[in-house]
């Protein structure tokens, strides 16, 4: 596939005029950097996925599996039976079109088939002409269509262009949840081997090794030494964390992106450096050394069966409860899914904070506890010496992660931590933010490379809210509580809007941190000079 070099004054001149034929009348076409790679043999083979082979979304031939007719409908009814939601939404859509300009990918690509009602709608027509009696008899007068090889290749192609977001369910007046919907499709697709390399190798990955990335336990170990000895360089605090340690009070799991990539291991040494400053009882684990779960892009089982390995290593080693850090959907599996699928964790204790005595009534079944909360916590004890001049170089706006936003509430504790570790922090547009946050546009698996159109017309309209801040106020940093949006809003913004860098929440937390005993601080977690402290040139070239 060649490289993608669309600049981006050309790609904000986005097509609303709508194609001349019904949508129903309409092939789709599969464009090239608008979709991932398929996954590969071994990665669904590890996984026991079934239907597994080589196949291209560009050929005209997807080598389906013969009944591959009958084995969706037979999926599609298992799951109607399964989920109340999926029925309920199959049914219940009015066609009021609230949500049909909501979708960041709409907004991006003009694309009317990334209007949630229309992308509801491909299955939707389908459900009807399967499992309705109007449908049945009345076809396409009842919106109904049959099941083809066509159908198929649009439900691939659009549902692996929702990030499942869910901001279009916060407008529409039924509240339905396009995002379920999606889910569903995926789960779909996946009958037929039908999944994306980007997904199926990093639930391969963590189901043999424990996370995405697959690495070993003595990497993360090491991973996390090469932090220890940068802390050391900028504070003169040497931290010695420990490894599945049996007994620790505190079990610490956080997204392994925290630990591979910038900006995502500056927000990890700031974990460090904060719990290092509390005396905390924790312990990292190197078997459940994933917060995250590409699995819940797969099957509801795959993300079962990922998320089990939490609770697992909390019993193993004996701990009282689990602190989680920054990260999106890792924290709609635990926060909604977790307890459910492999709880009640009865062996483990309420979430009380050591240093403040807070009990996170919020954990009370789920027995884990946000480290934006925690963190709030101690900010509001005055358990933190802060010195906020230090982010002084920072104009700061903040994105609310979709999942931990809409799917969580957390929407005053991460503006509080930064408020109390910046002095410049300023809001993009109110219809942007909170549960009308905008996705980062390449969540649940499309990170990839390969699809890097559909990644910035997705990110467009964050971009454009952080681009407005950004020229009224100068902003030049974007925070956020997601691990992924640390990895996917960098690319938006070297795109759209270059200028703006990102950083973890507790990256911010670290830079303002006065910890007991430090040396005289004169560089950021960045290793970049902190505000007044410029021209050090002794302590850069010790670094
Ligand atoms: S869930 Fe998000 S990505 Fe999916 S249709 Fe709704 S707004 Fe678009
Ligand atoms: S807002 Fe809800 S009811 Fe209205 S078209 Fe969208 S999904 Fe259907």
Redesign the pocket.
Known sequence: MAKFTVKPNELSKINLIPPKKEWMDTPVEIKEHMYCHPAKIKELNVVGFPNAREWRPADEDWKLPAGWEQTILEGMQSLLKKYRSFSLFMDI????????DKCHFYIGSGDPKNM??LR?ELMRSVYRGNFTLAGKILKKIAGARDLTVNVLKEWWYYFYQCTECRR?SV????G?DQAEITMMGRELLNLLGLNIGWIAGPVAACYMKGNHLGLEPHTIKSTIELFVEDIETLTGIKIEPSFNRKGAEILFVTPSGDLFANPGTYTAMGYMMLFQELGLDYTWSTYASEGGNFGFFTTNEMAKRLNSKIYAEAKRLGVKWILGGECGHMWRVLHQYMDTWNGPADFLEEPVSPLTGTKFDNAKTTKMVHIVEFTADLIKNGKLKLDKSRNDHLKVTFHDSCNTSRGMGILEEPRYVINNVCNHFYEMPENTIREKTFCCGSGTGLNASENMELRMRGGFPRANAVKHVHDKYGVNMLANICAIDRATLSAAMDYWVPGVGVAGTHELVANALVMKGEKERTLDIRLEPLPGKEGNEEVSENV
Not at 171 to 174: A, E, H, Q, T
Request: proline share 12%.
């Open positions: 859509c009015v066609r009021c079109g609230a949500c049909a949630p009602v509801a279009c407008f529409c007046p039924y339905i």
